[in-house]
């Protein structure tokens, strides 16, 4: 089975701070995805990524950035946290060109104070 | 602009009945519409996936109804348990885009 590992579960960052999340894949796919979920809101795209160091920004890419130096790690970034980007983070690859059935890791729940 | 509208936002059914979650979409060129189940403390998994080619697709207990003329489509849980009690979501996308969401429907099947 494809995994999809957020490094950290949970994560506490005071505003300001620059955040770093994690995600590495182990299955050679070459898309991989940030999303965000909020209740009511559902998911939210931040970015995506169809290759190494190629990326594209998604529905809500303002505050953010990402990296993506190696096929199997694909990390967000927070510039510089707000109480806003308080949420839970979801990570996901796929083998298709975009779309067609993504694999999510669990999620890091990030709270700015 | 919301492209994929999902309802209803929550679902109380009783064990062994029939479980019905809506979404509506906008844009005619998506060609591929999955659902996904989420359960507390996990990410998202596919659950099925359907073409619109195609009016209806069934795996087990769920079913996905499409009306492409009507640009809807809905998931049917037959005989509803209360290991199906999750967060579904309904997406779309297209050849060159990355999935869109919607909102999520919490199901609660009571036992």
């Known amino acids: 089975d494809v995994k999809v590992t957020q490094s950290s579960r949970y994560l506490v960052k005071r505003t300001g701070e620059k955040v770093f999340l994690e995600c590495v894949q182990d299955?050679?796919?070459?898309?991989m995805f940030w999303y965000r979920q909020d209740p009511g809101l559902g998911l939210r795209l931040i970015y995506f990524?169809?290759?190494?160091?190629?990326?594209e920004k998604g529905d809500i890419p303002e505050g953010y950035s990402v990296s993506r130096e190696k096929k199997e790690r694909f990390s967000l970034i927070l510039e510089s946290a707000s109480t806003n980007q308080t949420s839970m983070y979801l990570c996901?690859?796929?083998?298709?060109?975009?779309?067609?059935?993504?694999?999510f890791g669990s999620g890091t729940r990030l709270t700015v104070v | 602009q919301q492209q994929v509208k999902q309802s209803p936002q929550s679902l109380i059914v009783q064990k062994g009945g029939i479980s019905i979650i809506n979404c509506a979409y906008e844009?005619?060129?998506?060609?591929?519409f999955p659902w996904y189940q989420q359960f507390p403390g996990k990410g998202p998994a596919l659950l099925i996936a359907?073409?619109?080619?195609?009016s209806e697709k069934k795996e087990g207990r769920f079913t996905i109804s499409f009306n492409k003329s009507a640009k809807q489509f809905s998931l049917h849980i037959m005989d509803s348990q209360p290991g199906d009690s999750a967060t579904y979501f309904c997406?779309?996308?297209?050849?060159?885009?990355?999935?869109?969401f919607g909102k999520g429907t919490t199901l609660s099947v009571s036992s």
């Open positions: 996901a690859s796929s083998i298709d060109w975009l779309g067609y059935g993504y694999t």
């Open positions: 990524s169809y290759d190494v160091k190629m990326k």
């Open positions: 299955m050679d796919h070459e898309n």
């Open positions: 997406a779309a996308t297209q050849a060159g885009t990355a999935l869109i």
């Open positions: 844009n005619t060129a998506f060609d591929y």
């Open positions: 359907i073409r619109p080619d195609v």
